[in-house]
């Protein structure tokens, strides 16, 4: 069973796209290229590739999870007939693109912490252009967030789930050193870091579809628990809902740019 297992229809419902903002930041960060080239990896159900595909005339997108692969490809079904967009089923680590093509732009959006990291970095290099930058990004998840609604909800994953993150069939060990480290260890040069403010709006069910949506708490995760585990979110998160009934997500993107060695 893969991370993602079972996840795939409440990723393309429930999960968060990608800020204007952001997409500018991202763009501007890379050189100009003809065809200028977008490479995104861990591109889950592809919601980056239809972000930044404006601003680049081709795009691949990379995932080890065939069931969103399947939603980005029927998701970006006009780009890939007209050839501007196209998805690989493979791993990060050991990516082989055709000879000669090189891109402008590599992005890594919420998935650099499952990859083996100087592995990717290493591999990666091979694949992008001259002066071309790397972009590892993303938003903070409710086990950063200190919102009271993001705690509960929190505190309702540990309760029916146990104290350990979930991780699809196993659970999640934080990693050693930061991304801003593995860049520079990897050679990069002219890194940068930078956030960019998020606001979201989420009501209660749509809350338990984003949770549904994670590795840590989808449906294949939670099994036969997946009843009540919706159940207390609902009793838990409710009372903490505003006057519209909503939860309102004070966010941010973080985003840290490297140029190619």
């Known amino acids: 069973m893969s991370f993602f297992a079972s996840t795939a229809d409440y990723y ?19 050189p100009n290229g003809s065809p200028r080239r977008l490479l995104d990896v861990g591109t889950g159900t592809g919601f980056v590739v239809q972000a930044l595909l404006p601003y680049f005339d081709e795009a691949i997108g990379v995932d080890v999870d065939e069931e969103l692969l399947a939603v980005a490809r029927a ?21 082989t693109l055709e000879p000669g093509w090189l891109a402008h732009l590599v992005t890594v959006c919420r998935a650099f912490h499952w990859f083996d990291r100087p592995a990717f970095l290493t591999n990666i290099i091979g694949y992008m252009a001259d002066g071309a930058t790397l972009s590892v990004f993303g938003d ?17 994953v540990q309760e029916v789930l146990g104290e350990a993150r979930r991780a699809g069939p196993s659970t999640y060990g934080q990693k050693s050193g930061s991304f ?75 985003i840290y740019t490297g140029t190619r060695p």
């Open 75 to 95: 998701d970006t079904s006009d780009e890939i007939a007209n050839r501007r967009a196209r998805f690989i089923h493979g791993p990060a680590e050991s990516l």
């Open 140 to 156: 903070r998840s409710i086990w950063a967030g200190g919102q009271d609604w993001k705690i509960a909800a929190r505190d309702v």
């Open 180 to 254: 801003i480290d593995d860049l520079d260890n990897a050679g990069f040069t002219g890194i940068t870091a930078r956030t960019v403010p998020a606001r979201r709006t989420h009501t209660v069910d749509s809350m338990i579809g984003l949770l549904h949506s994670t590795s840590f708490a989808s449906p294949a995760v939670l099994g036969d628990r997946i009843d009540h585990f919706d159940a207390r979110i609902r009793e838990e998160l409710s009372p903490l809902t505003d006057e519209e009934g909503t939860l309102v997500d004070d966010n941010e993107f973080y």
């Open 12 to 30: 393309r419902r429930f999960r968060s796209g990608i800020p204007e903002d952001v997409s500018r930041v991202l763009s501007e960060s890379a």
